[in-house]
């Protein structure tokens, strides 16, 4: 079965629970999800993934969370 890797960052918790439901669609569509929080991977370990999802919310200001995110969509 394929993996999909989840990636999120949440301030308030509405992010994760967005990965979560993200990762109940990939189940439903036969692949097997892996939900990984931005702190804990890297942008390098990301590059071998066939499969992935980035989520964050927006700050306001409609910016992604620079220290956390951007070094993954850069």
Known sequence: MAEVKIL????TGNTATMAQ?????VTAGGATPVIVPFEE???DALASETAYALGCPSMGSE???ESV???FVE
């Open 8 to 11: 999120y960052w949440s301030g």
């Open 21 to 25: 439901l993200v990762a109940d669609g």
């Open 41 to 43: 991977t890297t942008p």
């Open 63 to 65: 910016q992604l969370e």
């Open 69 to 71: 995110v951007d070094p």
